[in-house]
C-alpha cells in the first residue's frame, strides 16, 4: 500500500512586508503591521537629544556657560548642533511625552528642523513632517 505523496516544490516563496528608515543616523528595518496597532518600538536617539537639550539649557541658565559657543566648544560639538538641539526646550510638553513614550513618527531630523514656538503650529508641523 502505497500513499500518494505530492513531491515538495523546489523553491518557497515568503513575503515578508519590511520597510527601510533612517533613525538615528542609523538604517534600520521595520516590518510593517497591518493594522494600526501602536507603537512600540523606542527611538533612544530622541531622547538623549531632549537630554542634552534640557541640560544644556539648565548650565545657560545657571551660568555655567555664557554662551552657546561656549557651551559648544566645551562640548567639543558644532555651534550649529547645540543651537538646533537647544530648540528642543521649545517644544510643546504633549509633543515631547509623545516622543518619549514612542507614539510618533517623528525623528531627531525632524524635531530640531525650524518649528514654530507657538506649540499649535508645532503640533501642526510636527504632524505633517511625521507623516512623511
Do not use: C
Amino acid at each position: 500500500m502505497t500513499a500518494n505523496r505530492q513531491p515538495f516544490p523546489s523553491t518557497v516563496t515568503v513575503h515578508v512586508p519590511l520597510r527601510f528608515t533612517v533613525r538615528g543616523g542609523r538604517k534600520t528595518i521595520i516590518g510593517e503591521i497591518p493594522y494600526d496597532a501602536p507603537k512600540t518600538r523606542f527611538d533612544d536617539s530622541i531622547a538623549k537629544a531632549l537630554a542634552r537639550a534640557y541640560r544644556w539649557k539648565q548650565k545657560l541658565d545657571e551660568g555655567t556657560y555664557a554662551t552657546v559657543g561656549e557651551l559648544a566648544k566645551a562640548e567639543r560639538i558644532n555651534e550649529s548642533y547645540v543651537t538646533r538641539i537647544l530648540r528642543l526646550n521649545l517644544l510643546a510638553p504633549d509633543i515631547v511625552e509623545a516622543a518619549l513614550n514612542g507614539q510618533s513618527n517623528l525623528t531627531v531630523q525632524s524635531i530640531t528642523e525650524r518649528v514654530s514656538v507657538i506649540w499649535e503650529e508645532q503640533r501642526l508641523t510636527l504632524a505633517a513632517r511625521s507623516s512623511n
